[in-house]
Structure formats: structure tokens, C-alpha cells
């Protein structure tokens, strides 16, 4: 996660956190000591490895989605997901996402292990769209659900590229497949009623306005 303050247009394998101003970079004004920790973590990983003579690689996904192995609980990137199908009160910022499926990215750590050349830190993502796009792309494909409205426009947009990854062999599914796998298991596992009459609420940690 990159500090949004800096705006560059891309994001690369070389792109690093600033860890002074990730504290303050949540649409909810809390501290985000999850992205800090997330990067410190990886410091030390890479430099550990350097210092020791281990040949080690990191992974920066996207927002990881597709079919889930969990029946009990669902995790938040999905809840992410589940919220843009059903829509509630929350506010979506609406930027560019970079989705990844969950089997791509198990496909792409298995072959950066049997690579002898995979090296240093890969984003791994799919092409990114903002959320109006994204919703458009999926009520053009399932067109019976509420989908979000709550949307509030940023000026900070910004791609990431997986290019690295791509030129290792990493071989992506569309996103098409990757949305038509999430709803219908979505739909098997019975996500997508609201049996508990409550409405649907964006994770925390994504909620623009925040204050309840």
C-alpha cells in the first residue's frame, strides 16, 4: 500500500510504502497499523533473506476475490465484493481496484517457487477499474442484484502493473470468470440473501463515512 500523498501515476514491484504517513491513510481517519505492519513485515523478510543467503520473494496483491474453501466465514476481501453486489449505507471510494482471483494468486506464488529466476517483490493483480466500471461491468452480467450507489470520486487514481510477474509466466484468468466464479459461489452458499433482515455493511476498514 503506497501513500496516496506522493500520487504517483504507477505502481510497480519497486514501488514502496511510505511507513511515516501509512498511520494516516484510511477514508475513516483511523491508524493504519495493518498496512504498516504489512510493509515493516516485508522489510525485514527481504532483508533477512539477503543477510542469510535465502533466496526470498514477496507477493503485493490486489483485493483478493473468487470462490472461497470457508464456508463459516467469509473473509473481508470478499465482504468487499458481497457489498458492491448488495449494495447498504456505506460510501465506496471509487478508485481503481486491483482484483486478483485467489486460485491466480496461488498460481503465481507456485511459480515464482519452481522459477529459479524469480527474485525480490511481485505485484500480482489483475487490469484495474474503478468501482462505477466495475459495478457497470457486473450488472451487465447479473443484472437482478441492488448494487452500490454510495460512491464518492478521488483524485488519486492510480494503476498497478503486474508486468514482472507476467514476463515470469504468470497467466491470469479474466475478470469476467473471476466475477461469474465469486457470485455463483456466493449464490450456493447463500451470501447474497439477507435472512438476518440487517442490511449489508462494507468492512470497516473500507468505509468512507465512518463514524458510526
Known amino acids: 500500500m503506497c501513500s496516496r500523498l506522493a500520487r504517483p501515476r504507477m505502481f510497480r514491484s519497486s514501488s514502496w510504502s511510505r511507513p511515516l504517513l501509512l498511520p494516516a ?10 498496512s504498516l505492519a504489512k510493509t515493516e513485515a516485508e522489510e525485514m523478510a ?6 542469510n543467503g ?3 520473494v514477496t507477493f503485493c496483491p ?8 470457508q464456508h463459516v466465514a467469509v473473509n473481508t476481501s470478499s465482504k468487499v465484493l458481497l457489498y458492491i453486489i448488495k449494495g447498504g449505507p456505506d460510501t465506496l471510494s471509487n478508485k481503481f481496484w486491483p482484483l486478483v482471483d ?7 506464488m507456485l511459480l515464482a517457487y519452481e522459477k529459479s529466476e524469480s527474485s525480490g517483490r511481485y505485484i500480482c493483480s489483475l487490469d484495474q477499474m474503478d468501482i462505477k466500471d466495475l ?14 450507489d454510495k460512491m464518492v470520486d478521488v483524485d488519486y487514481k492510480v494503476y498497478t502493473t503486474s508486468d514482472k510477474l507476467k514476463n515470469l509466466g504468470w497467466q491470469p484468468r479474466k475478470l469476467e470468470e473471476t466475477l461469474a466464479d465469486s457470485v455463483e459461489y456466493f449464490e450456493k452458499a447463500g451470501l447474497l440473501q439477507d435472512a438476518d433482515g440487517k442490511p449489508c455493511r462494507l468492512p470497516y476498514f473500507y468505509r468512507v463515512n465512518a463514524e458510526e
Do not use: C, I, Q
Open 102 to 108: 485467489v486460485r491466480d494468486l496461488a498460481d503465481a
Open 135 to 148: 459495478v457497470s461491468l457486473m450488472k451487465s452480467m447479473f443484472p437482478n442484484y441492488n448494487y452500490t
Open 54 to 56: 535465502l533466496h526470498v
Open 25 to 34: 491513510l484510511t477514508p475513516t481517519g483511523l491508524k493504519n497499523w495493518y
Open 62 to 69: 490486489g483485493l483478493v476475490v473468487g470462490p472461497l474453501l
Open 46 to 51: 527481504l532483508e533477512y533473506g539477503k543477510k
